[in-house]
């Protein structure tokens, strides 16, 4: 089955930490997206990548760092820098005949602890 | 920069009936894409109906239709004949042209679903 996924779903991370949330898909699209969602603020770009090798910084890039070696896989560090890390991020990727419509992964809830 | 605004934080529908979540944007633009998401508890994102602005006909999608009014710049999404289903978050989106294929998306509306 194509898709997005994410891992993992659940992720705790102490103060001072950097993490990273994976985020995977079999659908060949180009172009893969991240998103931060907190509530009351609906969703808002991290970063995003058009294709490998490149990516651009979204609208609230501050503390965060990506990577796209592969087609496939576009992972997000959220570094310590990240004043208020807690949120629930998502995943998406847009591409080919879907170009104009981006899918989205499962999500992956962070909590500082 | 584009913004869009969803006006209406709760929203709630009796089964079976229809319901209208109201949506603005602003934009400079003449060229883009407009989107409605729902988000269950599940959190999965699931498009429902999208728009292009240079269609004036109003899509369908089965119980889910739009009403875009360009000049205005409003873009409603009216879910008829209500079910416990459609019960949601429901998102409306931007497709900001710069940025390649960038979403602005609102802050939401949840829509309750009586039965």
């Known amino acids: 089955d194509g898709g997005i996924t994410q891992s993992p779903k659940y992720l705790f991370r102490k103060e001072g930490q950097n993490v990273t949330l994976s985020c995977e898909q079999n659908l060949n699209h180009d172009a893969m997206y991240w998103y931060r969602q907190d509530p009351g603020q609906g969703l808002r770009l991290i970063y995003y990548s058009q294709i490998v090798n490149d990516f651009q910084k979204g609208d609230i890039a501050e503390g965060y760092s990506v990577s796209r070696e592969k087609k496939e896989s576009f992972p997000l560090t959220v570094t310590s820098a990240q004043k208020n890390p807690t949120a629930f991020y998502l995943c998406a990727s847009s591409g080919g005949l879907s170009y104009n419509e981006q899918f989205f992964g499962p999500g992956t809830r962070l909590t500082v602890l | 920069a584009q913004t869009v605004t969803q006006s209406q934080p709760e929203m709630s529908v009796q089964e079976a009936e229809t319901v209208t979540l109201s949506c603005t944007y602003d934009t400079s633009e003449s060229d883009y894409y407009l989107f409605w998401y729902k988000q269950p508890p599940s959190r999965q994102m699931i498009l429902v109906i999208r728009q292009e602005a240079y269609k004036q006909q109003n899509a369908t999608e089965n119980r889910f239709s739009v009403n875009f009014q360009k000049a205005a710049k409003s873009f409603s999404l009216k879910i008829s004949d209500s079910q416990l289903g459609d019960a949601a978050m429901y998102f409306c989106?931007?497709?900001?042209?710069?940025?390649?294929?960038?979403?602005?998306f609102g802050a939401g509306t949840i829509l309750r679903v009586k039965s």
């Open positions: 989106a931007y497709r900001a042209m710069e940025y390649g294929n960038k979403l602005v």
